[in-house]
């Protein structure tokens, strides 16, 4: 056993290793015998086929078997060209981003692993998904600018709805495409959660995320505070990494009733963006609020006023985001965000096929053609289809969404909760609840946490038949959501012009909101005894990333902790089977480790007996194995 492990390590080998070696790879101090993951994983599948997989539950489910989607022929093996990162790591932060202003192209971001599922199928894909088409991406499109394919949402689904580790994600997405930089979405002092974090505990994470080989940090705050944004800023500039120090666009510039989103209220936060550090200027339309005109005013300001490149990532919610991605590459942006074709439009990013063939024999053009893009959408395309139950019934765009103004990533989440509460027939209210309760709170900017604030509060309306007259009679009392006190408490931080005086005080009943950055009155985690906490509760030695997971999430993580132990790592599983189970007398085959694959054959099952069992008979490499499963509740 323990020859499987740390004796065959080369580290163990070399003589070299101290006791940071078992800090580094508690994976080799698990003495769990290698047959134990099939069993385990039979388990879990055994589960799914009898019990279904609770994920899933009350959806409309696909027909079993599914076909794979199709990789494009060729390609993704041999010599990886020279890439976005590799001119970053000969050139620096601060050299790259000079380089980036040098181009004539413009440089494309491809969301598709992060923003676009996020925002079309509620954060659902599986590492499984994205793996395969890794290599194509480093050998086929090494002009791209970036894969943004980590953060955001994508963090805390990934261990609570998908029981897989997002750390692992990473390490192996940065191993199958090395030369392309990996763009994550932080969302500051919230790290990749949905509250404020103590100083120490962003900059350990920061920290982590760099070191697994995150590239590009696009570090936004969710009421654009800049000073609530320095101790990311500064961390990501300490780790060498590029820093993205962005803007979130809410409202529209030209809109004389909401003065305070003007020109100069963008202006001044790149300004400040600018002293503070950053590498490049985001601009972040997360909604898909800025109209062509808007965003050329933008760029042309934001280009005078600052000396940084500027990067542009929208939604197509309304349908026009193409237009507003054409507008802003005229204007002389220097980056823009799109989605492969068969996972852009509507609520995810424009359709990057779209956006090539458009700049396809200007001066601007990416480098490459539509045509390139093509085998790699049809396998996007295929991947899409085994998410199918998780993407809302609304088909098109939507340009109610200037009204609204609901984050992209957000709004099929909303309609989940929604549905989840029974609401989902009462949409039309809840979406103008949404736009009801902004103005109740100050015309806040709306993206994550705020965004989920102002989405709880609309639903708690909706639920009680609230008025926004209603909710501000002091006569009246109102159960607020958690959510909407740590919000007025100032535990997300403060817009520029405060709260609502009335309302905070309605809210906080007397409690007295904070006085400054909520960072600043948070004592720093003691990192070492959060580590012997998390690994006692879960019980086992726990690595430095597994520390940054618990720190973000600590139920989260000891849920998905306790799941590992019970069925081992079922991210290896293809995600039919890991959302729908196995149709009797199929087979799958699992890669357990390069290599090393595993055949399961399910070949019948019995009904459940009295006490509510279920025999299952699988083939697992040819060797017949029974499998009792309990019916779950
Ligand atoms: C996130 O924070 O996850 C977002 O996508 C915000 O737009
Ligand atoms: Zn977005």
């Known amino acids: 056993l323990f020859l499987e492990n740390v004796v065959s390590h080369p580290l163990f080998r070399s003589g070299q290793c101290t006791t940071r070696f078992i800090d580094e790879t508690p994976e080799l101090f698990r003495f769990t015998p290698r047959r134990d993951r099939a069993t385990r994983l039979l388990r879990f599948i055994g589960d799914v086929v009898v019990n279904g997989n609770p994920e899933v539950k009350g959806r409309a489910l696909p027909k079993l078997p599914m076909a794979a989607p199709v990789l494009p022929k060729g390609g993704h093996a041999g010599e990886i060209p020279e890439g976005s990162r590799d001119i970053f790591k000969r050139l620096g932060a601060q050299g790259f981003s000079e380089w980036m202003k040098n181009q004539e192209r413009i440089l494309i971001t491809d969301t598709t692993m992060r923003d676009a599922h996020q925002s079309l199928f509620a954060t659902r894909m599986r590492t499984a998904d994205m793996l395969p088409i890794a290599p194509y991406y480093a050998r086929q499109l090494p002009e791209l600018f970036s894969l943004e394919c980590w953060g955001g949402a994508t963090f805390d689904v990934a261990m609570r709805f998908l029981k897989e580790d997002p750390w692992q994600r990473l390490d192996k997405l940065r191993a199958a495409a090395p030369n392309i930089l990996f763009q994550m979405l932080l ?85 400040e963006l600018e002293k503070a550090g950053a590498h490049i200027i985001g601009i972040k339309d997360m909604a898909g609020l800025c109209r062509p005109r808007a965003i050329r005013e933008l760029v042309t300001a934001l280009k005078q006023e600052t000396g940084l490149p500027l990067h ?82 609304i088909r098109s765009s939507t340009s109610d969404v200037y009204r609204h103004e609901m984050p992209g990533g957000q709004y099929t989440n909303l309609r989940e909760q929604a549905r989840a509460m029974g609401l989902e027939h009462r949409w039309p209210e809840i979406s103008q609840a949404y736009a009801d309760v902004n103005l109740l709170f100050g015309d806040i900017v709306k993206v994550t946490p705020t965004s989920k604030v102002v989405g709880d509060m609309a639903l708690v309306m909706v639920a009680n038949d609230l008025t926004p007259a209603e909710v501000l009679d002091p006569e009246r009392d109102i159960a607020f959501p958690e959510s909407v006190v740590s919000l007025f408490t100032g535990e997300m931080g403060f817009p520029a012009d405060g709260f609502p005086k009335a309302l905070q005080d309605k809210v906080l009943k007397g409690k007295e909101p904070l006085k400054g950055r909520a960072g600043a009155f948070m004592p720093p985690a003691d990192l070492d005894a959060v580590r012997a906490k998390a690994e006692k509760t879960v019980g086992h030695h726990i690595s430095d990333s597994d520390l940054a997971s618990y720190l973000m999430y600590p139920k989260v993580f000891t849920d998905f902790a306790a799941h590992q132990s019970h069925f081992g790592d079922v991210s290896v599983l293809p995600t039919p089977v890991f959302f729908y189970g196995m149709a009797e007398n199929t087979e799958i085959s699992v890669e357990l480790d390069p290599g090393k694959t595993l055949i399961v054959d399910l070949n019948g099952r019995t009904d459940h007996d009295e006490e509510g069992t279920a025999k299952l008979f699988f083939q697992l490499n040819g060797q017949p194995r029974a499998l009792k499963v309990d019916k779950a509740g």
């Open 312 to 393: 542009f990532h929208t939604h197509d919610t309304s349908g026009g985001s193409i237009a507003s991605v054409l507008a802003a590459v005229e204007a002389g942006i220097d980056a823009v965000d799109g989605a492969m074709d068969s996972m852009s439009g509507f609520t995810s990013q424009p359709s990057l096929g779209a956006l090539v063939a458009a700049l396809e024999g200007t001066e601007r053009s990416p480098g490459f053609d539509a045509g390139r893009l093509q085998p790699v959408s049809r396998y996007w395309e295929g991947v899409r289809s085994y998410y199918a139950p998780f993407e809302p019934e």
């Open 187 to 271: 969302r500051a002092s919230n790290a990749v959660g949905y509250t404020n974090y103590p100083d120490n505990v962003v900059r350990y994470f920061v920290q982590q995320a760099a070191a697994h080989g995150m590239d590009v940090f696009r570090v936004f705050d969710s009421l654009n505070w800049v000073e609530n944004m320095r101790v990311a800023m500064d961390a990501v500039i300490e780790s060498g990494a590029l820093c993205e120090g962005t803007i979130c666009y809410t409202s529209d510039i030209f809109d004389a009733k909401r003065p305070k989103y003007g020109l100069k209220y963008y202006v001044d936060m790149a300004r």
